[in-house]
């Protein structure tokens, strides 16, 4: 079961004019069960300077400006998957076997062939609860 409750868009850029650099972030919040999946999304754009987008990843852990590929972390290794689109510029986290643990606020970052064009969009916070109130069960 995938459970995806959200009503708010946000977005996040900086520059001016058509030369910007930013990630849109679908949802700020969402909430889903144990044991479900959850997929955040986003999209992401940069300058006409930048030739080259070297790495995208999703993380949510970051200490002294060094982040955490959730690929590379052993809590999530085994239960993310990327999906990316590079003609687009969009980037999905999809995340199974969701813990409660997993609740957490989850960023997307890039980096490119330019140095100041390394760029992480605002924080979705991921809510996962093992319960389900009755009254959403009616509606």
């Known amino acids: 079961m995938n459970l995806n409750v959200s ?14 650099l930013g990630v849109y ?9 144990k044991g479900s999946t959850a997929e955040i999304r986003c999209s992401y754009r940069y ?8 790495n995208k990843f999703w993380f949510i852990k970051e200490s002294n400006g060094v ?12 239960r993310v ?7 687009n510029n969009t980037c999905a986290l999809r ?13 997307f970052r890039f980096t490119t062939n330019s140095p100041d064009g390394n760029y992480s969009g605002s924080p ?16």
Request: aromatic fraction near 12%; include cysteine.
């Open 7 to 20: 009503s708010d868009v946000f977005l996040c850029f900086s520059g001016a004019g058509s030369e910007w």
């Open 25 to 33: 972030c679908y949802q700020t919040k969402i909430c889903a069960l």
């Open 47 to 54: 300058t006409s300077t930048v030739k080259t987008v070297e």
């Open 67 to 78: 982040y955490v590929d959730l690929r590379t972390d052993p809590e999530y290794a085994d």
């Open 81 to 87: 998957t990327y999906i990316c689109d590079d003609k």
């Open 95 to 107: 995340i199974t076997d969701l813990r409660e643990s997993d609740s957490a606020e989850y960023k």
């Open 124 to 139: 979705v916070a991921l809510s996962v609860t093992g319960n389900i109130s009755s009254e959403y069960l009616l509606m």
